[in-house]
């Protein structure tokens, strides 16, 4: 039957109730290439990748991704956030305090530490500055070593009751789109292959975060031994355009 243009729309052909309306806004916002946490300064080591010939064109960046999603950074960050979200909605403090800092030492070179750390910074900052929520100051508080971004990824979305799943699957996403949109400078693609790229990376995303939410910390890992060499060297690349 068709509705009126007066009639009110009832809560099961909208589908969203408040909350979860609110939640999708903010992760939309927090997520976004527009959030200003500076990603796009950082590469992950890629740029080293393009310039040892590895990565040469689309489907090599693709095989690139699809392991660093699945077994590399991808799925330990994925973990990482969750843990934290878990254990900052549960009131978890020691929990907390030790993924916090497990996350913190887990980065693979300098270069990976300072991405994470300048990253996680700027978003607790940006926040805190413009969502602001009295639960999050006590959660930084417990977090006694410098924190990474998925780690602060996992304390504001807790603190804004922002569900787990959909932010673990937000989270890859946006990381997801930096790597590509950072091949794309490199390589270089255009506009209509990063897009393919990113098509044929979300069953890959969409697993990983399937696996990050079903893990442990027990699970954490990386096989992904080339682009943390990558990552390493290219602290000592003679030109660059990228921090990491």
Request: proline content about 4%; aromatic content about 6%.
């Amino acid at each position: 039957m068709l509705m009126k243009a007066n009639e009110p729309v009832g809560s099961g052909q909208t589908g969203l109730s408040d909350s979860e309306a609110a939640s999708l806004y903010r992760l939309m916002t927090w997520l976004s290439p527009s959030f200003p946490v500076g990603a796009f300064s950082y590469s992950s080591g890629i740029e080293w990748a393009v310039e040892a010939g590895d990565i040469v064109d689309a489907t090599s960046l693709r095989h690139w991704l699809a392991s660093m999603l699945a077994d590399g950074a991808g799925l330990c960050d994925g973990i990482f956030l969750a843990q934290t979200h878990r254990a900052a909605s549960s009131g978890d403090d020691v929990l907390l305090a030790e993924v916090a800092e497990l996350a913190s030492a887990f980065a693979t070179s300098r270069e990976r530490h300072l991405e994470t750390t300048a990253q996680g910074r700027a978003f607790i900052e940006i926040a805190r500055a413009a969502w602001n929520s009295p639960p999050l100051d006590r959660l930084i508080a417990v977090c006694e070593v410098a924190i990474v971004y998925p780690v602060a990824v996992g304390l504001v979305s807790a603190a804004h009751a922002t569900p787990l799943a959909p932010t673990v699957h937000a989270f890859l996403h946006a990381v997801v789109s930096n790597w590509i949109s950072a091949g794309a400078r490199l390589v270089p693609l255009g506009q209509t292959d990063s897009q393919r790229l990113l098509v044929e990376l979300e069953p890959v995303v969409s697993a990983t975060a399937t696996r990050a939410l079903k893990a442990s910390l027990d699970d954490l890992g990386s096989a992904t031994f080339r682009a943390d060499l990558a990552s390493m060297r290219h602290e000592a690349q003679y030109t660059r355009l990228f921090r990491s």
